[in-house]
C-alpha cells in the first residue's frame, strides 16, 4: 500500500455506516447559512472578573479563519492575541466565545458594521481561551426539501444512532477544499517539497488532515475485520464518564464493560508522542501503520503539532431529534468536541443537493 493510498481516508462515500440499510432522503445541507445553526457550549462560563474579554459572537457564512482575520483587521489586535476554543462551520450562522485582550475593550464598537459578525455578549474572565476549551456544540440542522413521508422511518435510525451511536469519522471540512490540507500534510510527511509558507493555524490544519486521514483508514479497518465492536487485548480504552484512558488487559472484564456503555474502544491519532496499544492491538496498530511505509517517528518532522493523541471510534449524539419543518425535516442534537454533525448526516441523506464549499 503506497502513501498515496492515505487520501482514501477523506472519501467519505467509502467509509463504513452505522445503519448502512436504513432509509435515506434526498435533501439539501447548507443551502442557506440558516439552514446549519451552530452554538458552542463552552467547557467554563466567563468568571467576570479578569485580563480577558471573552466575546460571544455570532458569524454568518464566514470561515473561522476570516472571522479571526476581520476581528483583528476591524480592531487592530494581532490575530495570535486573539483566543478561540474550536473552529465552525463556513456555511452556516454560528455562535461562539472568542478571547482579546482585556485593554482592547473600547475598540469593541469597531467592529460595528463588519460583515458576517454580530457581537452578543462581553464578560471578563482571567485567561485567554484556548483550543480546546469548550465540551461541544449544539446543532439545528436543516434537511432542505426532505419528503416527510420518511420522517418516522428515519426517526427509527436515530433512535438507534442515540443508543449506539455513529462512526466517529473526521469530515470532510477537516481535508480542505479539494483535499488540499491532505495534499499538502503528505508532501511534507514525504520531504517532496518544502514547507509552505502557512501560519501557525494553517500548519496545525494541514498535519492534521494527515492524521484524521489516517484515523478514518484505522476505523474502516476495524469495520471491516469485524473490530469495531470486539474489544483486542491491550485496546486503549476510554472511560465515557471522565474521558480517562487505560489499556484493556483483562479482557472478558473489558468487553463487558465496553458493552455496558462505560468505556469505548480508541483508535491512534498517529504522532510521536501518542499513547501506544498493547500486546494484540497494538501489533494491529503498527502493521496499519507500515502498510503505508510510515512509523511513528516519521511525525517528529511536524514537531508538537503531531504530538498524537487518541479519538473513540464512535461517538453519541445527545438529544437526537427530528421534526417536520415548512422546508423540510429539522435536527436538533448536541456533540462532544472534535466530532463531525456532517458525518452524522450521512445515516440519514443520500443524495444532498450541491451546495457551497465549507471549511
Given amino acids: 500500500m503506497s502513501i498515496d493510498s492515505l487520501l482514501g481516508g477523506a472519501d467519505l462515500d467509502s467509509m463504513p455506516f452505522v445503519c448502512p440499510n436504513g432509509p435515506k432522503v434526498k435533501a439539501g445541507i447548507k443551502v442557506e447559512p440558516e439552514d446549519f445553526i451552530v452554538e458552542e457550549i463552552p467547557a467554563y462560563e466567563p468568571s467576570g472578573e ?74 471578563r474572565h482571567g485567561n485567554k481561551l484556548r483550543t480546546g476549551h469548550l465540551w461541544g456544540n449544539r446543532f439545528q440542522i436543516l ?10 422511518e428515519l ?19 477537516r481535508f480542505g477544499r479539494d483535499v488540499d490540507n491532505l495534499h499538502s500534510g503528505l508532501a511534507l510527511l514525504t520531504g517532496e517539497s518544502k514547507r509552505p509558507r502557512l501560519n501557525r493555524f494553517q500548519h496545525r490544519m494541514v498535519v492534521s488532515s494527515l492524521q484524521s486521514a489516517l484515523f478514518n483508514l484505522y476505523l474502516q479497518k476495524r469495520v471491516v475485520e469485524g473490530l469495531e465492536q470486539a474489544v483486542m487485548l491491550g485496546d486503549v480504552m476510554a472511560k465515557v464518564e471522565t474521558g480517562g484512558l487505560f489499556h484493556a488487559l483483562e479482557l472478558e472484564v473489558e468487553q463487558a464493560r465496553f458493552e455496558k456503555n462505560e ?41 508538537q503539532l503531531a504530538d498524537g493523541s ?31 454533525a456532517t458525518v452524522l448526516l450521512r445515516e440519514f441523506v443520500n443524495d444532498q443537493n450541491p451546495t457551497p464549499e465549507q471549511e
Fill in 50 to 123: 479578569g485580563e480577558h474579554l471573552y466575546l460571544w459572537v455570532q458569524k454568518r457564512d464566514i470561515s473561522g479563519s476570516e472571522l479571526i482575520k476581520r476581528i483583528s483587521n476591524s480592531m487592530g489586535i494581532p490575530h495570535q492575541e486573539i483566543g478561540t476554543a474550536g473552529t465552525k462551520d463556513r456555511r452556516a450562522v454560528t455562535r461562539q466565545w472568542i478571547s482579546i485582550p482585556g485593554n482592547k475593550e473600547s475598540r469593541i464598537g469597531y467592529l460595528a458594521g463588519t460583515q458576517g459578525i454580530e457581537i452578543l455578549a462581553a464578560k
Fill in 310 to 340: 487518541r479519538r473513540p471510534l464512535r461517538v453519541k449524539p445527545l438529544n437526537l431529534t427530528m421534526a417536520p419543518h415548512e422546508n423540510g425535516i429539522q435536527l436538533s442534537f448536541a456533540l462532544p468536541k472534535g466530532s463531525y
Fill in 155 to 173: 426517526k427509527a435510525t436515530a433512535k438507534t444512532l442515540g443508543e449506539v451511536g455513529f462512526f466517529n469519522l473526521f469530515g470532510t471540512q
Fill in 143 to 152: 434537511l432542505r426539501d426532505a419528503a416527510l413521508e420518511q420522517l418516522e
Fill in 263 to 303: 468505556t469505548c474502544i480508541t483508535g491512534p491519532i498517529y504522532g510521536h508522542r501518542m499513547k501506544t496499544a498493547l500486546e494484540k492491538a497494538a501489533i494491529f496498530e503498527s502493521d496499519f501503520l507500515q502498510s503505508f511505509g510510515l512509523t511513528l517517528e516519521a511525525f517528529k518532522v511536524f514537531g
